[in-house]
């Protein structure tokens, strides 16, 4: 039985409310969180490609600006490698959000974690609502659910916060989302694309844009659609 394995069977057995992820990260897995979801932290499978390129990636140095926080864990491992102050992230599911909250808490990490949209401009923004909560996006799947949230412009949040680092998992709305950054203090990236929601052709317009401004990709480990990005 490898360690792997004998961590997740053990893990399940006791069913365990709170555990340690191999790279630092403590998370609560109770009992309202989806099936899927405590399999995969159980498994130390969840997010496992972001965290891996997280961990090669990031620097103490670093400022980053998180799109798409999920349920903290991302956050958190962002917020274990950079400084007090230095993470901002974005989280629009209002019950992703609270995962995430009480993990940043758990994690006792001072990360500014927001629960509205990034966009063009200020405002408001129909985001759509799935039980799945990692699929939630505002791109409209016909998941049925849909609340209004306030919505910040990207433009501003970059040119107030100064990023040097950008993560990104939105459910297909990065092919709206990268077209509005400004790339010019912007050393990493590590993005989700989602050809499955929004087509091959748009991802790759995403991917071109990024490469255009002067950056070279990095592979994650195992998924071919999660990808870093470090400015040439």
């Known amino acids: 039985m490898n360690v792997g ?29 989806p099936k899927g979801i405590k399999k995969a932290l159980y ?47 974005y989280e629009a599911n209002p019950h ?15 990360i500014d974690l927001r629960n509205k949209m990034l966009g063009s401009e200020r405002g408001e923004k129909d985001f759509y609502i799935s039980s799945k909560i990692l699929s939630s996006s505002a791109k409209d799947r016909g998941f049925g659910g849909k609340v209004t949230l306030p919505c910040d412009d990207i433009s501003e949040v970059i040119g107030d916060f100064k990023p040097t680092a950008l993560v990104m998992d939105v459910e297909g709305a990065e092919v709206d989302l990268v077209p509005l950054v400004n790339f010019s203090g912007i050393k990493k990236i590590i993005i989700e694309l989602h050809p499955w929601i929004v087509g091959d052709n748009q991802i790759d317009e995403v991917k071109n844009l990024i490469e255009s401004n002067g950056f070279v990709k990095i592979n994650s480990k195992t998924a071919p659609h999660v990808l870093g990005y470090i400015k040439d």
């Open 5 to 33: 394995y004998l961590r997740y069977f053990l893990r399940r057995l006791l069913r365990k409310s709170k555990i340690k992820l191999t790279d630092g990260v403590f998370v609560n897995v109770n009992k309202r969180l």
């Open 43 to 89: 498994k130390e499978a969840y997010e496992s490609d972001e965290r891996y390129l997280v961990n090669i990636m990031l620097e103490p140095s670093d400022r980053v600006l998180e799109i798409g926080a999920g349920i903290g864990v991302v956050s958190s491992l962002c917020g274990l490698k950079c400084p007090k102050g230095a993470v901002v992230s």
């Open 96 to 110: 992703a959000y609270g995962f995430a909250l009480e993990n940043i808490k758990l994690n006792k990490l001072s």
